[in-house]
């Protein structure tokens, strides 16, 4: 079983839509959750981290589900630029490894 | 502003070559990784690296090595590249986890390898 797993997609929403991800983790023992962002042709890079509370910047909030064992993003009042593929990352309470999802695509769509 | 850098944006080898993709990361990193991504596959991780001289296998090591002889440098050894390893090769570096800003990884630009 994987270690995360995560709807590829595609998402193709107009300007303007809310749309939300979620990403599913195996190893119940986790400990810390994120989600990175990895435009056409370029590097991932760090979009936000799931904190159990939940967490907001901006238009993007993350929230964590540990009961479930799930994390999800939510994208409100979607811009053209934020079409890009959102990898949710997972990383144990031991050992130094990230475990990356697939990614999920989004394309906003004018 | 973190820089790492991947010797090669491109790099186009044959069946059987040996082929060497170096990673430079000027942060000070402990930890250094090396994925491959591929279309419906994700990032996988074939080793990564927490100190000079030290490695660890990630989830695919078939096929690579990896060498750590300093610590901002990180090579990825394709002792006799094949056509499955065609793909995009990232590294990436970051602090120990337990470190203030230890859970962000920071990634190189990639290379793009093609095996013929």
């Known amino acids: 079983r994987k270690e995360v797993e995560q709807d590829p997609g595609p998402f193709n929403v107009p300007e303007g839509a809310t749309v939300a991800f979620n990403c599913t983790y195996s190893?119940?023992?986790?400990?810390?959750f994120f989600w990175y962002r990895q435009d056409c042709r370029k590097e991932p890079k760090l979009l936000m981290s799931?904190?159990?509370s939940g967490n907001e910047d901006g238009r993007f909030t993350a929230q964590l589900n540990r009961a479930s064992q799930y994390i999800s993003l939510l994208i409100r009042d979607s811009k053209l630029s934020d079409s890009a593929t959102y990898l949710c990352v997972v990383i144990p309470n031991t050992g130094n490894q990230f475990y990356f999802g697939t990614g999920t695509s989004l394309t906003v769509i004018p | 502003d973190v820089k790492v850098t991947q010797s090669s944006r491109y790099l186009v080898k044959r069946t059987g070559e040996k082929v060497f993709l170096e990673c430079v990361q000027d942060m000070d990193h402990e930890n250094m990784f090396w994925y491959r991504q591929d279309p419906g596959l994700g990032l996988r991780l074939i080793y990564f690296?927490?100190?000079?001289?030290?490695?660890e296998k990630g989830d695919i090591p078939e096929g690579y090595s990896v060498s750590r002889e300093k610590k901002e440098r990180f090579s990825l050894i394709l002792e006799s590249a094949s056509t499955n390893q065609t793909s995009m090769y990232l590294c990436?570096?970051?602090?120990?986890?337990?470190?203030?800003?230890?859970?962000?990884?920071?990634f190189g630009p990639g290379t793009r390898l093609t095996v013929l």
């Open positions: 990436a570096s970051s602090f120990f986890l337990r470190r203030a800003g230890g859970h962000e990884q920071f």
């Open positions: 799931v904190y159990s």
């Open positions: 190893n119940s023992a986790s400990q810390s």
């Open positions: 690296s927490y100190d000079v001289k030290m490695k």
